[in-house]
């Protein structure tokens, strides 16, 4: 019974290292994707406690990590409070460039999740992060219009 376990752990052990060793699609963590393809980092950014009607920005790294050049495409926000724009529409193998994501908090209250879609001409077609904050409702009252 213990030669089972013992063989039963050395085979979790070998199986959770081969998985940390690998990196996207099987490929190891230093060879390239073959074609276009993109890693954006992080995929999700949490603006924490906020207060309504500011302007947040931040900052996603989208990195070619295939053998061809990628083309960025159209990129869309789920709300209109959510803008980005990426440095570059092009980037070459090994290379890359910054999306900078703007949220606007505006007079929502509570919990908000917004995504941002990038269309390329990666293998992946469509690669997606996320922006959330918690908005805390202002206490004083709003200026006339």
Same mark, same amino acid.
């Given at each position: 019974?213990?030669?089972?376990?013992?063989?039963?752990?050395?085979?979790?052990?070998?199986?959770?290292?081969?998985?940390?060793?690998?990196?996207?699609?099987?490929?190891?963590?230093?060879?390239?994707?073959?074609?276009?393809?993109?890693?954006?980092?992080?995929?999700?950014?949490?603006?924490?406690?906020?207060?309504?009607?500011?302007?947040?920005?931040?900052?996603?790294?989208?990195?070619?990590?295939? &053998?061809?050049? #990628?083309? !960025?495409?159209?990129?869309?926000?789920?709300?209109?409070? +959510?803008?980005?724009? @990426? %440095?570059?529409?092009?980037?070459?193998?090994?290379?890359?460039?910054?999306?900078?994501?703007?949220?606007?908090?505006?007079?929502?209250?509570?919990?908000? &999740?917004?995504? #941002?879609? !990038?269309?390329?001409?990666?293998?992946?077609?469509?690669? +997606?992060?996320?922006? @959330? %904050?918690?908005?805390?409702?202002?206490?004083?009252?709003?200026?006339?219009?």
């Amino acid at each position: 019974m213990k030669r089972l376990a013992g063989a039963l752990l050395m085979l979790t052990w070998i199986g959770l290292h081969a998985m940390t060793a690998t990196g996207h699609q099987g490929k190891s963590a230093t060879e390239p994707v073959k074609g276009p393809a993109i890693e954006v980092t992080p995929e999700f950014h949490d603006f924490g406690k906020v207060e309504q009607n500011l302007t947040l920005d931040t900052e996603f790294e989208i990195r070619n990590i295939g &053998t061809e050049e #990628v083309n !960025i495409g159209r990129i869309s926000t789920s709300c209109g409070c +959510t803008a980005a724009l @990426t %440095a570059d529409q092009m980037v070459k193998p090994g290379e890359s460039t910054t999306l900078k994501v703007t949220l606007e908090t505006r007079r929502y209250k509570g919990r908000i &999740t917004r995504s #941002v879609s !990038i269309a390329s001409n990666a293998v992946k077609k469509i690669s +997606t992060v996320k922006v @959330t %904050a918690f908005v805390l409702e202002t206490t004083e009252e709003s200026p006339p219009r």
